[in-house]
């Protein structure tokens, strides 16, 4: 009879052999289990731990035109809302009750920084332009480092460049920007 090299193992090879099959089953099995989390709490209580400098940017803004819409004047709306502790989601669109809107934007904006005298600053890019969201004084300045970046989001020779006062409520329904 001939014996097979392997035939026989040590004790030690055959316990590290062991040991090393059990750590993997136990980890595989940890990789199974669902955990949850105690604390959990909704995305409706996580949104009220945003940073003071977002909480006080969200809401609408609008051009000066806004108040006499009723007048026919053009004008365009800012939609400012939460997307995490130091980002905001914004949407431009110029007015659509009576024609179709000149101007339209949707992006995300990082804060960049806050202090007295600027306020609070987000930026984001747009058309390959640094472009900066400044709210001072319920004041909201858009503007951008190339001279005419902007403009692609507009017709007709528009831009978003410019200055939008923040509403003490939200836009009317009828030109409120769909999610």
């Not at 300045?141 to 902007?150: F, N, P, V």
Request: hydrophobic share 35%; with cysteine; glycine share 8%.
């Amino acid at each position: 009879m001939t014996k097979h090299r392997y035939s026989r193992l040590s004790f030690s090879h055959a316990a590290s052999l062991t040991l090393t099959v059990t750590v993997l089953v136990t980890l595989t099995g940890c990789n199974n289990i669902r955990r949850s989390i105690p604390n959990a709490q909704p995305k409706s209580a996580i949104q009220t731990q945003l940073s003071p400098a977002v909480q006080t940017v969200v809401g609408d803004y609008a051009s000066e035109g806004y108040n006499k819409r009723q007048q026919g004047y053009d004008w365009v709306g800012v939609m400012v809302r939460s997307n995490s502790a130091a980002e905001i989601d914004i949407k431009v669109r110029a007015r659509s009750d009576i024609k179709q809107p000149s101007c339209t934007f949707d992006g995300k904006a990082s804060l960049v920084g806050q202090d007295n005298a600027h306020g609070v600053i987000f930026q984001t890019i747009a058309n390959d332009s640094e472009t900066f969201f400044q709210f001072k004084d319920g004041v909201l300045t858009i503007d951008s480092r190339g001279k005419y970046a902007l403009n692609y989001f507009c017709s007709g020779g528009g831009t978003l460049v410019g200055e939008y006062q923040k509403l003490a409520g939200n836009l009317e329904r009828s030109q409120r920007i769909a999610n």
